[in-house]
């Protein structure tokens, strides 16, 4: 499925907390963009090699605008730097998508929890999760109360149901009351730093946490060794060096496949996987996307045999 591509222009960018801009991202001739759902997220191409994730924050129903948000972070690649220090209204960038790997499932009951900029794909779950009538907490910490993104935006849901939790003020977030006793029927959702992310997932009844990182996580990889890559659109046959990543491979073929971050965190190089069993390495999928083997992220993830067949 092709995705939406186009030119849009920086309507507004405002200061939401401490070291965190606010974007919002229209269409230069006011035309209205793709519909999304919460979890959702699109590729902003900032300049030559410069391609960065952002999720949408805003309001779905709301077409004439998207808006992501963005931490600077001093010890970044350089896109963060350049959001904050180069990008204005008015100025225009490149943008794809929306995809999204992070879908708010049907349930009657969700316990949130978000951790600093981890707050944007969580934030538009909270007005969905409210108009569905659902039951949801928030647990949301933040090194300072000043570097948390959208506190006032939270604030209209009352204390009972968003926890806002300064690590200078209360120390790390306190998991054991949100994790600790899961009703049935209760999904989980986690966004926000690895450590965090580790530690609901060490926590939380298996089968009802959905996360979603921003860097990869650490995978027990299987063997590295050499495996042919057929190209079931052509039939050609490629082999895979150990080393050498699915998606090197097929792009020094002269086969051109949309790629990103190429650590196997945005979903950007996802392909089906017409035969053959993936070796998964990424940090998107699902374990029953996984297991169902058929899709792969071929910038991370290898074969457990000797030959895949891909819809390239």
Request: glycine residues 14%; hydrophobic residues 40%.
């Amino acid at each position: 499925m092709s995705l939406y591509e186009a030119e849009l222009v920086v309507g507004e960018r405002v200061s939401v907390a401490d070291g965190v801009l606010a974007l919002t991202l229209r269409h230069p001739l006011g035309e209205d963009l793709p519909e999304w759902e919460p979890g959702a997220h699109v590729d902003v191409v900032l300049g030559p090699g410069l391609e960065r994730q952002f999720s949408l924050c805003g309001d779905p129903g709301d077409r004439a605008g998207w808006r992501v948000a963005v931490l600077r972070e001093p010890a970044g690649r350089g896109g963060s730097a350049y959001v904050h220090e180069r990008l204005g209204v008015g100025d225009k960038v490149r943008v794809r998508g929306p995809r999204n790997h992070f879908r708010l499932e049907p349930a009657p009951r969700y316990r949130f929890v978000a951790g600093g900029i981890g707050i944007t794909p969580i934030l538009p779950m909270l007005a969905a999760a409210e108009a569905a009538g659902a039951e949801w907490t928030l647990l949301y910490g933040g090194r300072t109360r000043r570097s948390m993104a959208f506190t006032g935006e939270l604030a209209r849901y009352g204390g009972e149901r968003v926890t806002v939790a300064p690590q200078d003020a209360t120390g790390l977030l306190d998991l054991g009351p949100v994790l600790d006793d899961v009703p049935d029927g209760t999904l989980v959702y986690c966004c926000g730093p690895g450590p965090l992310l580790d530690a609901v997932e060490e926590r939380c009844p298996a089968g009802v946490l959905r996360v979603e990182r921003f860097r990869p996580k650490a995978q027990q990889g299987g063997t590295d060794a050499d495996f042919e890559v057929v190209l079931g659109r052509s039939g050609r046959t490629l082999t895979v060096a150990p080393g050498v990543s699915v998606l090197d491979t097929v792009r020094a073929a002269g086969v051109e496949v949309l790629y990103s971050c190429t650590e196997g965190t945005c979903g950007t190089c996802e392909t089906d996987v017409l035969e053959g069993t993936p070796d998964h390495r990424d940090s998107v999928l699902s374990e029953e996307e996984r297991a169902a083997g058929e899709t792969m992220l071929i910038c991370v993830s290898r074969c457990r045999g000797k030959r895949l067949v891909l819809d390239l």
